[in-house]
């Protein structure tokens, strides 16, 4: 099937530095959607990019979707330890809401 | 306010052993479907239903079989349980394509 590629797989970073995990895809997306899990938790919506080069930014959270439609980040500026947990996105599947194609999460770590 | 609700949150099964896996949402979403999380990985599509009455299969479909008689409930079934089916399962729904997804708190199950 057609896959979203996420990286880094894992990443640990001191408090107050920043983190970016990208995600990539060989195909245009009609749209993407970001999510992060709490260990231990489920996955719960951050936000959708939909338009080419659209910037949406929540608090220290900065998404990005490419010219392109086939990729796009997630910035955290200055992390804190609530910032922990996998961070997943998710390629939109047509004809079915309720089914994306996620990639492999990107776990963050943070040392206090 | 309920939203997605999957029962029970703890199982352990005998190999052998079948059982299902409860989720309703409370929100009228026609989209609703079933993903297994298992350690390090994303989280993969098993059955999705795009409204009562019609199911799908997903990525993972062998051992699991799926039926939407009414719109707020979707259980999940396992057949005849084995130990590769040990996971975290998350029942989702949506309102349609491009929503935001909901998912529920996840099950933990357990096949010896």
């Known amino acids: 099937g057609q896959q979203v590629m996420q990286i880094p797989q894992y990443q640990h970073v001191q408090e107050g530095e920043d983190f970016t995990t990208y995600c990539n895809s060989s195909t245009t997306l009609s749209n993407i959607q970001w999510y992060k899990q709490r260990p231990g938790g489920h996955p719960v919506f951050l936000i959708q990019?939909?338009?080419?080069?659209e910037v949406k930014k929540q608090k220290r959270l900065t998404f990005q979707f490419g010219e392109a439609k086939k990729n796009s980040s997630l910035h955290i500026t200055a992390t804190q330890t609530t910032d922990v947990g996998t961070y997943f996105c998710?390629?939109?599947?047509?004809?079915?809401?309720?089914?994306?194609?996620f990639g492999e999460g990107t776990q963050l770590t943070v040392n206090p | 306010n309920a939203g997605v609700t999957q029962t029970p949150k703890f199982q352990v099964l005998k190999t052998g052993q079948s059982m299902t896996l409860q989720c309703a949402q409370d929100?009228?979403?026609?989209?609703m479907s079933w993903y297994r999380q298992d350690p390090g990985m994303g989280l993969r599509l098993i059955h999705y239903s795009v409204g009562a009455g019609i199911t799908d299969q997903g990525e993972v479909p062998n051992g699991y079989n799926v039926s939407r008689s009414t719109t707020e409930d979707f259980p999940l079934r396992l057949l005849s349980a084995a130990p590769s089916q040990t996971s975290v399962y998350f029942c989702?729904?949506?309102?349609?394509?491009?929503?935001?997804?909901?998912f529920g708190e996840g099950s933990w199950l357990t096949v010896v």
């Open positions: 989702a729904s949506s309102k349609g394509q491009g929503y935001t997804i909901y």
């Open positions: 998710g390629r939109g599947v047509e004809t079915s809401g309720s089914r994306l194609t």
């Open positions: 990019l939909v338009k080419s080069g």
């Open positions: 929100m009228n979403h026609e989209y």
